[in-house]
T-cell receptor
Framework: AQTVTQSQPEMSVQEAETVTLSCTYD???????LFWYKQPPSRQMILVIR??????QNATENRFSVNFQKAAKSFSLKISDSQLGDAAMYFC????????????FGTGTRLKVLA | DSGVTQTPKHLITATGQRVTLRCSPR?????VYWYQQSLDQGLQFLIQ???????AKGNILERFSAQQFPDLHSELNLSSLELGDSALYFC?????????????FGPGTRLTVT
């Protein structure tokens, strides 16, 4: 069965510094998508970044980038130049692209940004 | 704005009651997903519909049911409510096929059972 593990329940980072959030997953599929979602205090779920498993190049969106290690089944999120507005819960998610097309979410990492 | 709408935004009701949560997916999206998020918890997948048919089921209680209508909106029915059902209920939609496969989430319905 597919699972997604976020081993860091909480992380802290100083404003303007860089932080990396970890995510590992377990799957026997070769083709899938991975996502990071952000949930600020408003509780709205916001897509941060996506990665296609068939692409070797790591996805980047402005200050957000991923380190995708397919063989290790690892998908970490790096936030550079952290800002107070980055404080949120971050969820890693995996999507099957066959069968049910279900999404599987990790348990989340709460990121605190210190001024 | 994700394009996914959910009503109502807030709902307060008593134990034993029944409520209906409504979701309209993004234009063109055929797939709808329902999630439950209790306070400071992760997302619990409840159920998925695709073009009116149930596609996948998660940890959905027998007291809960859902459906997707021909116009693609979906409703989640919660009955015999208990205090533990208090949570944020999210609806999300996606295109089943590509090109990007991400889910778009609605703002959620906050249910409080007293």
């Amino acid at each position: 069965a597919q699972t997604v593990t976020q081993s860091q329940p909480e992380m802290s980072v100083q404003e303007a510094e860089t932080v990396t959030l970890s995510c590992t997953y377990d799957t026997s599929e070769s083709d899938y998508y991975l996502f990071w979602y952000k949930q600020p205090p408003s509780r709205q779920m916001i897509l941060v970044i996506r990665q296609e498993a068939y692409k070797q190049q790591n996805a980047t969106e402005n200050r957000f980038s991923v380190n995708f290690q397919k063989a290790a089944k690892s998908f970490s999120l790096k936030i550079s130049d952290s800002q107070l507005g980055d404080a949120a819960m971050y969820f890693c998610a995996y999507r099957i692209i066959s069968g049910t097309y279900k999404y599987i979410f990790g348990t989340g990492t709460r990121l605190k940004v210190l001024a | 704005d994700s394009g996914v709408t959910q009503t109502p935004k807030h709902l307060i009701t008593a134990t034993g009651q029944r409520v209906t949560l409504r979701c309209s997916p993004r234009s063109g999206d055929l797939s709808v997903y329902w999630y439950q998020q209790s306070l400071d918890q992760g997302l619990q997948f409840l159920i998925q519909y695709y073009n009116g048919e149930e596609r996948a089921k998660g940890n959905i209680l027998e007291r809960f049911s859902a459906q997707q209508f021909p116009d693609l909106h979906s409703e989640l029915n919660l009955s015999s409510l208990e205090l533990g059902d208090s949570a944020l209920y999210f609806c999300a939609s996606s295109a089943l096929g590509g090109p990007t496969y991400e889910q778009y989430f609605g703002p959620g319905t906050r249910l409080t059972v007293t």
